[in-house]
């Protein structure tokens, strides 16, 4: 499998002179694998309309494009390139969406539609030429048709998020955003006066258990792309209940889950190239001899293959 990266920033496009390096838009991978060059692309920010872009300059002049799009939410930022996602306006596409369930009993191909609307667009989507089937996931585990095997395990965000296991031919690539580390929910301070004993045991073993079971979701995995969008000291000052992991966070718990290469995603949208660069030198110091996780941060037009 090989994994291309074409939009790797977090919560909003950030174009610009200090962003010009690591990227400016907004989450889109694309994986290619076997023999038959399958496609699948999860989320659909602003970077998907450069992968649309490439697919039909490239691709298309060899016969329709065929994709599979797994949303890991419906937040903007992961959703809003769509509608420039040029293979959806070419017959002959066929594109199968993939997105969790929601609170609001709103399908995933409604939410898109509530894009597609000329309030916000200029074409609907009974007007697109591409066919698109959309298919709805709580955690769980299938197979696609050509023997990728998919798994999917809930996310801890301000809206049901999933993260996807993708293994095909004994490798595997996990993806792992947008994701906060589960913590207490209950006091845990004894001069709190909601103090409860029993609840703040109760509470950090759950959220133990949650954070476990997401290692192990993706335990061994070849390539795991995993939200980092602040590091522990901006987290803990000021970013507690954003949906969003620390770089400490991320690294520890790849290093437990024995994954072999970690990748630093989501970038925080005011990050700037000197700053990931030199959270990047100085995180590698810090694990040296201490982990055999390989540190990586996510660039656009980068490609890694396992």
């Not at 993260?163 to 845990?188: C, H, I, M, Q, W």
């Amino acid at each position: 499998m090989t994994v291309e990266f074409w939009g790797v920033r977090g919560s909003i496009p950030s174009p610009g002179p200090d962003t010009v390096e690591y990227g400016g838009n907004t989450s889109c991978i694309a994986i290619r694998y076997g023999s038959h060059n399958g496609l699948i692309v999860v989320d659909a920010g602003t970077g998907i309309k450069r992968l649309g872009d490439h697919l039909v300059k490239h691709e298309l002049p060899h016969g329709p494009i065929r994709a599979h799009l797994f949303l890991t939410h419906t937040h903007w930022d992961h959703i809003m390139g769509f509608p420039f996602f040029t293979p959806i306006f070419i017959p002959g596409s066929e594109i199968d969406v993939y997105g969790p369930v929601t609170h609001e009993n709103e399908t995933i191909e409604k939410i898109i539609g509530l894009q597609l609307s000329y309030r916000y667009f200029p074409v609907r989507q009974n007007e697109l030429s591409a066919t698109i089937r959309y298919h709805e996931l709580k955690e769980q585990s299938f197979e696609l048709a050509d023997g990728m095997r998919v798994t999917t395990k809930f996310l801890n965000h301000p809206v049901l998020c999933l993260g996807y296991r993708f293994d095909y031919d004994g490798k595997s690539v996990a993806t792992v955003y947008d994701n906060e580390p589960f913590r207490n929910l209950f006091p845990a301070d004894p001069e709190h006066p909601d103090y409860d004993p029993a609840l703040a045991e109760e509470g950090e073993q759950a959220a133990r258990e949650q954070n476990a079971q997401l290692q192990e979701f993706y335990r061994a995995s070849d390539l795991l792309i995993h939200d980092s969008q602040y590091t522990l000291q901006e987290y803990l000052a000021a970013r507690i209940g954003w949906g969003h992991s620390p770089f400490e966070f991320a690294i520890n718990a790849a290093h437990k889950a024995e994954v072999n290469t970690l990748v630093f995603f989501h970038h925080d949208p005011l990050r700037t190239d000197a700053e990931l660069h030199d959270l990047l030198a100085g995180y590698r110091r810090m694990i040296k001899g201490k982990t055999r996780v390989r540190l990586v941060v996510a660039q656009e037009q980068d490609r890694i293959t396992v």
